[in-house]
């Protein structure tokens, strides 16, 4: 039983990985994207959208009010 109980354990723990690894990926293409839309954005904003749970609202009202 001890078996089952560590590969549960061990799948759990690379799952978390996996996810940690994607969170980070799409936070970077986030401050990619964003600089984008808006290159003279500060640190700030870009950190804000990136951490925000609404970034992606954030990043679409960017996009509408920008030049391009």
Do not use: H, W
Request: glycine share 2%; charged share 25%; hydrophobic share 30%.
């Amino acid at each position: 039983m001890g078996s089952v109980k560590q590969k549960f354990v061990e799948a759990i723990q690379n799952y978390q990985q996996v996810e940690q690894q994607y969170r980070a990926k799409y936070k970077q293409r986030m401050e990619q994207q964003f600089k984008i839309v808006k290159p003279d954005a500060t640190p700030n904003e870009v950190k804000v959208v990136v951490n925000n749970d609404q970034g992606e609202q954030i990043f679409a009202q960017a996009l509408q009010s920008s030049d391009r």
